[in-house]
T-cell receptor, first 113, second 115 residues
Framework: GQQVMQIPQYQHVQEGEDFTTYCNSSTTLSNIQWYKQRPGGHPVFLIQLVKSGEVKKQKRLTFQFGEAKKNSSLHITATQTTDVGTYFCAGITNGGGANNLFFGTGTRLTVIP | KAGVTQTPRYLIKTRGQQVTLSCSPISGHRSVSWYQQTPGQGLQFLFEYFSETQRNKGNFPGRFSGRQFSNSRSEMNVSTLELGDSALYLC??????????????FGPGTRLTVL
């Protein structure tokens, strides 16, 4: 069945260091989304990537969608304590008009001040 | 615009009991999805409802069921609770699904503890 794996599971960085999380799907995706969940909170939508090879930036965050639309990455430059949380990718396949959303296992980011 | 609301926020039940959780989506959103979140398994998709019809279902036993009403509000029910059902149950709503952005707006969740 459809699987979306994410690595690493945990990442501890010093404030100011960069951070990257990777997402890999067992099948080709239509789109991929990224969410952030703060400790004690709920997932909040960050971005959606649609095109093969697409790269999008949001301030210090850079999102990439692989050429084969089976992998994606989120890179944070110069992390800040406000970046703490768990980052999830969610792969989307479109089947029969329904949206099948498969969440990755998540990467929990800790930023040490 | 009000966000997704879920009730109750916290619930304690014992094994064998049943539970019903409620979700009110953002006004205008017709798609409602349910997820189970546990530390070990992450976010697991339960089911999606659209216009009162279940369109997608995850890999959960039949003890987990749901429904959606004409006003798009949704409920999920878990019967014969097991200890392993202890989790945060998240509801997410989205606009009419179409090709393009299908942003999921999550509610705060219901924390279910089964004793």
């Amino acid at each position: 069945g459809q699987q979306v794996m994410q690595i690493p599971q945990y990442q501890h960085v010093q404030e100011g260091e960069d951070f990257t999380t990777y997402c890999n799907s067992s099948t080709t995706l239509s789109n991929i989304q990224w969410y952030k969940q703060r400790p004690g909170g709920h997932p909040v939508f960050l971005i959606q990537l649609v095109k093969s090879g697409e790269v999008k930036k949001q301030k210090r965050l850079t999102f990439q969608f692989g050429e084969a639309k089976k992998n994606s990455s989120l890179h944070i430059t110069a992390t800040q304590t406000t970046d703490v949380g768990t980052y999830f990718c969610a792969g989307i396949t479109n089947g029969g008009g329904a949206n099948n959303l498969f969440f990755g296992t998540g990467t929990r980011l800790t930023v040490i001040p | 615009k009000a966000g997704v609301t879920q009730t109750p926020r916290y619930l304690i039940k014992t094994r064998g009991q049943q539970v019903t959780l409620s979700c009110s989506p953002i006004s205008g959103h017709r798609s409602v999805s349910w997820y189970q979140q546990t530390p070990g398994q992450g976010l697991q998709f339960l089911f999606e409802y659209f216009s009162e019809t279940q369109r997608n279902k995850g890999n959960f036993p039949g003890r987990f069921s749901g429904r959606q009403f004409s006003n798009s509000r949704s409920e999920m029910n878990v019967s014969t609770l097991e200890l392993g059902d202890s989790a945060l149950y998240l509801c997410a709503s989205s606009l009419i699904p179409r090709r393009g952005v299908n942003e999921q707006f999550f509610g705060p969740g219901t924390r279910l503890t089964v004793l």
